[in-house]
């Protein structure tokens, strides 16, 4: 599937690295989202953009930074993270950002160590 | 805040037999309840979806209920085939809002 790409798909980085995942649509869709999944947990939403705006943040520490530039791209910053920040990170995105299907990508498996 | 309570974690049947998955949502103004599967190492992918207006929607051999008064939806798959294995998410959004909550996800394995 290519309507919602993601890079990197792995990522490993030191806790004082600074790095950065980027997401892609090609739908034309006009929200994306970023959620964190780990192990054993529910997928846990991250941030919304509608129309570029971001509409959600759903108390993310501010060591996670997104950056919406158009409506097709999304990036999420990473700075000083901690182990526990260790998860599968998936962007998804719908029409808008009221009660539509959203397509996930195929997520960035991010290892802090 | 909200919330959404998944049962059962895991759920092992056999080839053929139903399997039924129940979702309770705490926010009264939920008006949309999808479902999504996800194969294991792949994304989510949405299997069927309900709205508020509605008591009950069926695809196939796939088909979700809806109780408003009891705050409570179901997925249930009918002859269940091997294929059919994978971790299920319930989720329910509320008017007008942009957050879509998450049940912890079932495991749903069907032994051939």
């Known amino acids: 599937e290519t309507g919602v790409t993601q890079t990197p798909r792995h990522l490993v980085m030191g806790m004082t690295n600074k790095k950065s995942l980027k997401c892609e649509q090609h739908l034309g869709h006009n929200a994306m989202y970023w959620y964190k999944q780990s192990a054993k947990k529910p997928l846990e939403l991250m941030f919304v953009y509608n129309f570029k705006e971001q509409t959600e943040n759903n108390s993310v520490p501010s060591r996670f930074s997104p950056e919406c530039p158009n409506s097709s791209h999304l990036f999420l910053h990473l700075h000083t993270l901690q182990p526990e920040d260790s998860a599968l990170y998936l962007c998804a995105s719908s029409q808008d950002g009221r009660n539509n299907e959203q397509f996930f990508g195929p997520g960035t498996r991010l290892t802090v160590l | 805040g909200e919330n959404v309570e998944q049962h059962p974690s895991t759920l092992s049947v056999q080839e053929g037999d139903s399997a039924v998955i129940k979702c309770t949502y705490s926010d009264s103004a939920s008006n949309y309840f999808p479902w999504y599967k996800q194969e294991l190492g792949k994304r989510p992918q949405l299997i069927i979806d309900i709205r508020s207006n509605v008591g009950e929607k069926k695809d196939q051999r796939i088909a979700v209920t809806l109780n408003k008064t009891a705050k409570h939806f179901s997925l249930h798959i009918t002859e269940t085939q091997p294929e059919d294995s994978a971790v299920y998410f319930c989720?329910?959004?509320?008017?007008?809002?942009?957050?879509?909550?998450f049940g912890s996800g079932t495991r749903l394995l069907v032994r051939p």
């Open positions: 989720a329910a959004t509320a008017v007008g809002s942009y957050k879509l909550i």
